[in-house]
């Protein structure tokens, strides 16, 4: 089992930055995506940004030159620093991990979830 913990959400104000954390810890032989989502309230859970195992990136548009993703593949961590915060912006913040285990299993993974507010 493998289990994802997210840190570093909280309140700021509009044009703020926070950087969020996600740490990866049990039975992990490799990780090959880590991603970030968000859900917003009364909307779609949507993807924010990925890295994958190679070290490539992608971002949706609507944070893309604002929010940067890296991960430390010795630590099984990745982080979102997010600058420029919008209103927009306010939602739960949610890690999703792409992992194979020590039994060569593929299995997916979600955190719990950590929330970032961004108002004046």
């Known amino acids: 089992q493998v289990q994802l913990v997210e840190s570093g959400g909280g309140l700021v104000q509009p044009g703020g930055s926070l950087r969020l954390s996600c740490a990866a810890s049990?039975?992990?032989?490799?990780?090959?995506?880590m991603d970030w989502y968000r859900q917003a309230p009364g909307k779609k859970r949507e993807l924010v940004a990925a890295?994958?195992?190679?070290?490539?990136?992608a971002y949706s548009d609507s944070v893309k030159g604002r929010f940067t993703i890296s991960r430390d593949n010795a630590k099984n961590t990745v982080y979102l620093q997010m600058n420029s915060l919008k209103p927009e912006d306010t939602a739960v913040y949610y890690c999703?991990?792409?992992?194979?285990?020590?039994?060569?299993?593929?299995?997916?993974?979600w955190g719990q979830g950590i929330r970032v507010t961004v108002s004046s």
């Open positions: 999703y991990a792409d992992v194979f285990d020590q039994s060569y299993s593929q299995n997916y993974y």
């Open positions: 049990g039975s992990i032989f490799s990780i090959n995506a």
């Open positions: 890295i994958f195992s190679g070290g490539n990136k």
